[in-house]
């Protein structure tokens, strides 16, 4: 048969095992030093007393540890039934203390972790739904038109010009979207080899305006670029940061009201490092919301998706991947109603 003591059992039964064999041996040797009976007497019972406080004592002062372990197990259970609000209070000795800071130092790290979990599990969650949903809808609406088409129902040429451009328009939305979508898995993935090289902010900026020379001429936005004089070539992936800055402008030109004007500004930060922006004059983001724009499929207006031309929401995100493999930071500045000014770090010199 197992015989199963809690630790105060444990330490007690020690002392008292120890007090017996140190009272059966200070008795022979009492027997032993020619001592008279009465004197014998007195002093076995002396040392049985003592011995008895020591075990009395000994008991008092592992009161405090049995109750801190207690306390201990009754957090560690918490802990293992998924409740990382934990706190032990440090009593005790002091490796009794270190283990208690230790122990809430690591419910802690586990609280972060399984924080960080959960969103990236709801973000997988909300990820999967805005896929679905940004594929089906088009492929519904291209469906829809085929059909149209192969059952006759359009007879007019003009009709049917619309239709086949229609179904133009939301293949490419498409393999936009598929393109987007293989970005960033490659930007995740590490796939992406940084071809970083000096570069001049302001051919950078040129050679994207004339990407979207078109888009601003059809709104009609004036563009203005305000770069210093003495503003020094930037260490980067030029094809890399033209995707970024794209985007920023693509976002722009869509939000933007027509005849409106977007600013383009680079200047230099501390670090060594040159901050490129993209100011519009949109409809603005509000606060709550500023935080996740660069998140994946995410958009401040669900509703404004497809139908207003907002995109799958992938641009931002990618623009973020981007960046960060650069070494710099992205962020917005916005408020509702008078535009919204995004910006982005890159750095000077080689930094990696």
């Known amino acids: 048969m197992k015989l199963r003591l809690g630790l105060r059992s444990y330490l007690l039964l020690l ?150 451009q229609t179904i133009r328009l939301e293949t490419r939305r498409l393999n936009g979207l598929i393109d987007d979508l293989f970005e960033l898995s490659r930007l995740d993935a590490g796939a992406l080899e940084l071809r970083q090289q000096p570069a001049a902010v302001d051919s950078l900026i040129v050679e994207v305006l004339q990407s979207y020379y078109l888009h601003l001429s059809e709104k009609q936005i004036e563009v203005d670029v305000r770069l210093p004089e003495d503003l020094g070539p930037v260490w980067i992936d030029a094809f890399e940061i033209k995707r970024a800055l794209g985007n920023l402008l693509q976002n722009a030109i869509r939000f933007s009201p027509a005849s409106g004007a977007i600013v383009i500004e680079a200047r230099e930060c501390a670090d060594a490092y040159v901050e490129l922006s993209v100011t519009d004059q949109g409809p603005g983001i509000a606060e709550p919301y500023q935080d996740r724009v660069f998140e994946r499929f995410y958009r401040t207006d669900p509703s404004r998706g497809r139908e207003g031309g907002g995109g799958a929401g992938l641009g931002l995100a990618i623009v973020k991947s981007i960046v960060q493999r650069h070494g710099g930071e992205v962020g917005v500045q916005s408020r509702e109603g008078k535009g919204s000014r995004f910006w982005l770090t890159v750095p000077q010199t080689r930094m990696f």
């Open 15 to 164: 002392n008292g095992v120890s007090i017996a064999v140190i009272l059966v041996s200070v008795s022979v040797t009492y027997r032993y030093m020619l001592l008279s009976w009465n004197e014998y007497v007195l002093i076995t019972c002396i040392t049985v007393g003592a011995g008895f406080v020591s075990l009395l004592v000994h008991a008092l002062l592992t009161r405090p540890l049995a109750r801190w372990i207690r306390v201990l197990a009754g957090e560690t259970q918490r802990v293992a039934s998924g409740d990382f609000n934990t706190d032990v209070p440090r009593i005790g000795p002091l490796e009794f203390q270190r283990l208690a800071a230790q122990f809430n130092q690591m419910s802690g790290t586990l609280r972060e972790l399984f924080d960080r979990l959960h969103a990236s599990e709801e973000a997988r969650s909300e990820l999967i739904a805005n896929v679905s949903h940004d594929l089906r809808t088009p492929m519904a609406s291209i469906q829809s038109f085929v059909e149209a088409l192969q059952d006759d129902v359009i007879q007019d040429r003009e009709t049917f010009d619309r239709y086949l």
